[in-house]
Structure formats: structure tokens, C-alpha cells
T-cell receptor, first 113, second 110 residues
Framework: EAGVVQSPRYKIIEKKQPVAFWCNPI?????LYWYLQNLGQGPELLIR????????DSQLPKDRFSAERLKGVDSTLKIQPAELGDSAVYLC???????????FGQGTRLTVV | QKEVEQNSGPLSVPEGAIASLNCTYSDRVSQSFFWYRQYSGKSPELIMSIYSNGDKEDGRFTAQLNKASQYVSLLIRDSQPSDSATYLCAVKANAGKSTFGDGTTLTVKP
């Protein structure tokens, strides 16, 4: 069974430019998460989807971040415009039920210069 | 105060010893508890989940949960150098919100 797939693995952009990340969850997993992880810290939830509905986006900086999960499968996370402080690892995870374990993709390491 | 607290470490143990990792959480309605291992430059990998009070064993790993004390721990027996990593504690409430601690860095010395 394929795991959570993310792309790209690495991205370097100049500040004020847009950037997008893509995630394909494990087949059949209805719950999808986007996390941000800074060095030396644990993952912080940005947004959680149940199927195509964003059920928790309270930590998503909506002035510059947006996300979508069309058809309840793949998801994209976008930043526009990017700031220096957005440099971090962006992790996507999925789970098959509400309170079960989440499985992570390999992450996208974003560097904003 | 963070919702999930872990000692940042580093925790250093000799090869073959028992490593004990601790985690406390503040949300009393938390129902699901997870331990993830994260190697440097890699993404978190699930190693244990526990849902009810008591101990749960899986190979060299034992997770312990005490909901009354709001405490969950991970014991690693016969520690190996390959166990050297950061261990993340994650806690989920019924609403599905998942919160991670900042992790404890473990070093197992040969």
C-alpha cells in the first residue's frame, strides 16, 4: 500500500513569491492534515479536512495561506505571498478515522530567501 | 503552558539500557495517544498508539497511559544506536484535534 505522497520535496523561493504544495493521502483515508514543523519543534496543525470539508482551520494564517481538497482526495496548500518566516517543513498526514493514528508523508522543505 | 509537554533532552543512555520518555498533557478529554519517532531530516513515523489506561507492549516498546495523572510514557528496552532519534508525543481529543509535543531527543551510545 502506498503511503502519503507529497511534492515537491524541496522548494526554494524568493520572498513575496507564491508557492504550492501537493499531497495525495493513503487510499481510503478520509481525514487529511497539513502541519508545519519548525526546527526543534513538534508539528503544528494548519488545517484538517474530513473528506472535502475543512473542519479545523483555526491555525491557518488566512491572509496568505489557502488550502483545498477537491473531491475529498488530493489536497493543495498555497502560500501567497511567501515571507521569510514561512521557511519550515510542511507535512501532510492522513488517517482513516477520527481518532486513529495519522501517517505522514515525506514533507516539503520550504526555504524562503 | 503548552498543551503537550515533553522534556526536550537530550536523553542519553548506553546501548542495551532502558530509555524512558515522558509526556504530560493538559486536555482532560483527550482520548487517543501516540508516540512517533523522527530521525533527523525525516518525517514522523508512528511507533505506538494507546487508547486506554495501563500498559501496551509491542516488541521492545511499551507505552504507559495514566489518564487520571494526564501522563503517557514510552519505554524502550534493550536500546540500540538505531533508536537514536527525536520522539514525539501526540494527543488527540474526541473532536479529532491532534496536538504534538516538541519531542525528546534520545541518543543511544554504543
Amino acid at each position: 500500500e502506498a503511503g502519503v505522497v507529497q511534492s515537491p520535496r524541496y522548494k526554494i523561493i524568493e520572498k513575496k513569491q507564491p508557492v504550492a504544495f501537493w499531497c495525495n493521502p493513503i487510499s481510503g483515508h478520509n481525514t487529511l492534515y497539513w502541519y508545519l514543523q519548525n526546527l526543534g519543534q513538534g508539528p503544528e496543525l494548519l488545517i484538517r479536512y474530513e473528506n472535502e470539508e475543512a473542519v479545523d482551520d483555526s491555525q491557518l494564517p488566512k491572509d496568505r495561506f489557502s488550502a483545498e481538497r477537491l473531491k475529498g482526495v488530493d489536497s493543495t496548500l498555497k502560500i501567497q505571498p511567501a515571507e521569510l518566516g514561512d521557511s519550515a517543513v510542511y507535512l501532510c498526514a492522513s488517517s482513516d478515522r477520527l481518532n486513529t493514528e495519522a501517517f505522514f508523508g515525506q514533507g516539503t522543505r520550504l526555504t524562503v530567501v | 503552558q503548552k498543551e503537550v509537554e515533553q522534556n526536550s533532552g537530550p536523553l542519553s543512555v548506553p546501548e542495551g539500557a532502558i530509555a524512558s520518555l515522558n509526556c504530560t498533557y493538559s486536555d482532560r478529554v483527550s482520548q487517543s495517544f501516540f508516540w512517533y519517532r523522527q530521525y533527523s531530516g525525516k518525517s514522523p513515523e508512528l511507533i505506538m498508539s494507546i487508547y486506554s489506561n495501563g500498559d501496551k507492549e509491542d516488541g521492545r516498546f511499551t507505552a504507559q497511559l495514566n489518564k487520571a495523572s494526564q501522563y503517557v510514557s514510552l519505554l524502550i528496552r534493550d536500546s540500540q544506536p538505531s533508536d537514536s532519534a527525536t520522539y514525539l508525543c501526540a494527543v488527540k481529543a474526541n473532536a479529532g484535534k491532534s496536538t504534538f509535543g516538541d519531542g525528546t531527543t534520545l541518543t543511544v551510545k554504543p
